[in-house]
């Protein structure tokens, strides 16, 4: 059960270009959404995150915007660079009955941006 | 430095031959969690720890068991491997929720024949 669907799987920017990676939920009782950004050989890293309370968040060249009534969201690196070149993942988090706490990951999106 | 210690980083088994990542954390963090990682499939989280003595199954936990007797350490042990357990693990931690980021290791990349 796939509670957290990433498209595209893979994308190809020039160099400059904006890069848009998207996402959509299920489970309405998520309430953090971040994103992460994983280069080869490394784990994944905290690149932006938002709550659903707010529209956009903007970071440098990274920004999130989250629709709350389309349960979706979706990352924007404007002037996207080689260094940008990488796996983003958008993840999904709540509550759970109980206390605990539960990540949930997209299918990742592998960004080359060329020359 | 602040991090997440995963070991080993490779590791080439057979089947049925019972073995155990290790993961440490120096930030004194409550939540630790292992995911796996496979083509197509992103990170799906096998078990989580909310504190010591305290784990829970995630949505993989099948052929998996850990243990959280310290704060700082959350093994991943898997008592008979089989070749579909052939993947990329990664341990995380994080503070709470996790509101501030999850810290991950650099990951195991296991291999069953």
């Known amino acids: 059960q796939q509670q957290v669907k990433q498209s595209p799987q893979s994308l190809i920017v020039q160099k400059g270009g904006i890069s848009i990676i998207n996402c959509a939920y299920e489970n309405t009782a998520f309430d953090y959404f971040p994103w992460y950004q994983q280069f080869p050989g490394k784990g994944p890293a905290l690149l932006i995150a938002?709550?659903?309370?707010?529209s956009e968040k903007k970071e440098g060249r990274f920004t999130i915007s989250f629709n709350k009534s389309a349960k979706q969201f979706s990352l924007h690196i404007m002037d996207s660079q080689p260094g940008d070149s990488a796996t983003y993942f958008c993840a999904a988090s709540g509550v759970l009955t109980g206390g605990g706490n539960k990540l949930t990951f997209g299918t990742g999106t592998q960004l080359k941006v060329e020359l | 430095e602040a991090q997440v210690t995963q070991n080993p980083r490779y590791l080439i088994t057979v089947t049925g031959k019972k073995l155990t990542v290790t993961c440490s954390q120096n930030m004194n963090h409550e939540y630790m969690s292992w995911y796996r990682q496979d083509p197509g499939l992103g990170l799906r989280q096998i078990y989580y720890?909310?504190?010591?003595?305290?784990?829970d199954k995630g949505d993989v936990p099948e052929g998996y068991k850990v243990s959280r007797k310290e704060k700082r350490n959350f093994p991943l042990i898997l008592e008979s491997p089989s070749p579909n357990q052939t993947s990329l693990y990664f341990c995380?931690?994080?503070?709470?929720?996790?509101?501030?980021?999850?810290?991950f290791g650099s990951g195991t990349r296991l291999t069953v024949v």
């Open positions: 720890s909310m504190n010591v003595e305290v784990t």
């Open positions: 995380a931690s994080s503070l709470g929720r996790g509101l501030s980021g999850y810290t």
């Open positions: 938002i709550r659903p309370d707010v």
